[in-house]
Structures are given as C-alpha cells and as structure tokens.
T-cell receptor, first 108, second 113 residues
C-alpha cells in the first residue's frame, strides 16, 4: 500500500540548531516526493521536490531509495522556520498522498 | 505558478444543508483536485475533478455526498451535501499540470452546527 509516514508530530529546537524532519514512504513504483510547508495563517505551499535537488530557504532533502526515506534537513534553524511541514508522495496518476505532518517549533 | 481563488473562505452551516465551494484558476490547468483536512489531521484526497466527465473519487468518498463539477479547464466546484458535524473540515482545491507540482488554494474552512 502507498503510505507516507512522518513519525514526529512535533519537533522543537533552539534557533541555530540543526533540524531533521523525518519522512519515510512505501510505494511500489518509482516515487516522486515533495515537502510542503504551511506557515501560520498561510496556504500550503511547495518547499521542495526531490527531482529538483535544490536548496530552498536553507532546506535540503535527499531521496534515499534504499531506506525509502526523504528527510528534510537544515543546518541552522531560524525562528521563521516554525511551521507545519508535510511530506507527500505523488503516484503515477498524479495524486498526492500526504504524511500526517510535523510541526516545527524553533525557539529563540 | 497559477493563481488559485477559492470561495467561500469560511462558512458556518446548519446540519442537513449543502454548500458549494468554488475553485477558480487564472490559467488553464490539466488537473484539479479536491482535498479534505479534518481538524488536527493531514490532507486526504477526495477526488480528481475531470474536465467534461465525472470526477474520480477516492475510497471512502462518493458522488452523492461530494458532487463535483468541472465545466472547463479553469473552474471547478465541490458540493458538500446533507452536512453533518463530521463534515467540519478545511476543503482545499489544488491544481497541477503534467509533471509540475501541485499548488493549493487557501482552502474553505467549514463548520457545521
């Protein structure tokens, strides 16, 4: 079955600390993975997609097919990174399957 | 990316009534989707809105409860029928084209009394 798992509901770190938001997936085909972010009172927006292999707002994510993971990382967290983060998998019919989300709280 | 407008942004409805949510895009898009986000939960796909044909519903969602229209490539509606308190959710429209990532509207926050 297709599934996206985000094991942490809440991740709290201090400003300047490294951040890693975990995402594991289950998919029989070749997956396409995304990270979406939702800041307070804003719409859900795309942060990263794995095929782009780019860094957005200091965040990176690498697809590890062996471990079926797509963890989101940032070396130095900022207070403005506090938001809800969703990992999502797109299947062959272009539908998105979302994980349960992780709330990142960056303390000053 | 496309500009997506969803109306209404929020509503409070009586049990047993129906509400139609509109999604307007400023450019033609091949794919439009409707998602539901229940309180404290993640997003779940309701259906894919197909232009000129019946929507494709996901398991657990039926046309009688969530009728969808998509008359053209820039507009779609989702109706939540015969509402009950369990339908209180945020309903989101998203659009995509080919291999491009999906982008989301602001959502409609629906509360049923």
């Amino acid at each position: 079955a297709q599934r996206v798992t985000q094991p942490e509901k809440l991740l709290s770190v201090f400003k300047g600390a490294p951040v890693e938001l975990k995402c594991n997936y289950s998919y029989s085909g070749s997956p396409e993975l995304f990270w979406y972010v939702q800041y307070s009172r804003q719409r859900l927006q795309l942060l990263l997609r794995h095929i782009s292999r780019e860094s957005i707002k200091g965040f990176t994510a690498d697809l590890n097919k062996g471990e079926t993971s797509f963890h989101l990382k940032k070396p130095f967290a900022q207070e403005e990174d506090s938001a809800m983060y969703y990992c999502a998998l797109r299947d062959s019919s272009y539908k998105l399957i979302f994980g349960s989300g992780t709330r990142l709280l960056v303390r000053p | 990316s496309a500009v997506i407008s969803q109306k209404p942004s929020r509503d409070i409805c009586q049990r047993g009534t129906s509400l139609t949510i509109q999604c307007q895009v400023d450019s033609q898009v091949t794919m439009m989707f409707w998602y539901r986000q229940q309180p404290g939960q993640s997003l779940t796909l309701i259906a894919t809105a197909n232009q000129g044909s019946e929507a494709t519903y996901e398991s657990g969602f039926v046309i009688d409860k969530f009728p969808i229209s998509r008359p053209n490539l820039t507009f779609s509606t989702l109706t939540v029928s015969n509402m009950s308190p369990e339908d209180s959710s945020i309903y989101l429209c998203s659009v995509g084209a080919g291999n491009q990532p999906q982008h989301f509207g602001d959502g409609t926050r629906l509360s049923i009394l």
